[in-house]
């Protein structure tokens, strides 16, 4: 089956700094969304990626589409202290979206 | 527009017994998944429907099923439950493939605990 890495598991950090994770999967996909799940709520998609090599911009958070389709990256500038939570990258199959466990972010101000 | 909305937010049963989970998609998603939270496994995939048809399941045991209505809403039932079946259950609604690019659009969720 799919196997899906992301890392790091989690992040703890000072306000200000700069964060980067990053996912890999055995297969290739299309797709890849990166989410953002904060205490006691449903995730929330923050970037979509439609193309390989894509790369795109959402305020302080950057995402690429890796060039082999088998990978994505997130970088988040400047952290702040509401960028705490958990981050998840999913690659859509179409059907189903595989979110794995995620990198849980804890920023201290 | 109203997002989705999914009752009980908070629920606890006794091993044994069975539960049943509401969601209300967002108006004019015909798509529903259902995911299972839990601290351990993170977020995994139940079930999807669309048009009332299941579409897609994940690997969970027969125990866990669900359904979906002519107008979009679904629930899911688990039978028997068991202690590991304490989690947050998340509903997502969505245009569905092929119509939409696979983006979900979560509930808060409802917080089972089994004792």
């Known amino acids: 089956g799919q196997q899906l890495n992301q890392s790091p598991q989690s992040m703890f950090i000072q306000e200000g700094e700069d964060v980067s994770m990053n996912c890999t999967s055995s297969?290739?996909?299309?797709?890849w969304l990166w989410y953002k799940q904060e205490p006691g709520e449903g995730p929330v998609l923050l970037i979509a990626l439609y193309k390989a090599g894509e790369l795109t911009s959402n305020g302080r958070l950057t995402a690429q589409f890796g060039i082999t389709r088998k990978d994505s990256f997130l970088n988040i500038s400047a952290s702040i202290p509401s960028d705490v939570g958990i981050y998840f990258c999913?690659?859509?199959?179409?059907?189903?979206?595989?979110f794995g466990k995620g990198t849980s972010l804890l920023v201290t101000p | 527009k109203a997002g989705v909305t999914q009752t009980p937010r908070y629920l606890i049963k006794t091993r044994g017994q069975q539960v049943t989970l509401s969601c209300s998609p967002i108006s004019g998603h015909r798509s529903v998944s259902w995911y299972q939270q839990t601290p351990g496994q993170g977020l995994q995939f139940l079930f999807e429907?669309?048009?009332?048809?299941?579409?897609n399941k994940g690997n969970f045991p027969g125990r866990f099923s669900g359904r979906q209505f002519s107008n979009s809403r679904s629930e899911m039932n688990v039978s028997t439950l068991e202690l590991g079946d304490s989690a947050l259950y998340l509903c997502a609604s969505s245009l569905g493939w092929p119509s939409g690019t696979g983006e979900l659009f979560f509930g808060e969720g409802s917080r089972l605990t089994v004792l």
């Open positions: 999913v690659p859509n199959s179409g059907y189903a979206l595989n």
């Open positions: 297969s290739i996909f299309n797709t």
């Open positions: 429907y669309f048009s009332e048809t299941q579409r």
